[in-house]
């Protein structure tokens, strides 16, 4: 499966942004998809997954309660919707796609990723 996430932008401390990632696959409902970030200098981790029906989702600690993660299968796609976004949130946010019905929470369990799109909070 091509995975293309797109939304990124540079915003202020405070702000929301919406991140899509749309997928060639024709079986998407079948794919668990996740969110990942990298920082600059730093490793790369996890951000929210969710499985293909939606009806099972996961947070990372430091993103509950601002970020939620969604998708619309009929568009084959998936969504990061991020508010109150903070500096530490600066990142480039990667979506991954996997084959299986369970929620996925490490880097390690996802064969398919997209390009990845920059994020940047300004303070």
């Known amino acids: 499966v091509q995975l293309q996430a797109f939304g990124g932008g540079l915003v202020q401390a405070g702000d929301s942004l919406r991140l899509s990632c749309a997928s060639s696959?024709?079986?998407?409902?079948?794919?668990?998809m996740g969110w990942f970030r990298q920082a600059p200098g730093k490793d790369r981790e996890f951000v929210a997954a969710i499985t293909g029906s939606g009806a099972d989702t996961r947070y990372a600690g430091s993103v509950k309660g601002r970020f939620t993660i969604s998708r619309d299968n009929a568009k084959n796609t998936v969504y990061l919707q991020m508010n109150s976004l903070k500096p530490e949130d600066t990142a480039v946010y990667y979506c991954?796609?996997?084959?299986?019905?369970?929620?996925?929470?490490?880097?390690?369990?996802?064969?398919?990723w997209g390009q990845g799109t920059l994020v940047t909070v300004s303070s």
């Open positions: 991954a796609a996997q084959y299986r019905s369970v929620v996925l929470a490490s880097i390690n369990d996802y064969d398919s």
């Open positions: 696959g024709r079986t998407f409902s079948s794919y668990v």
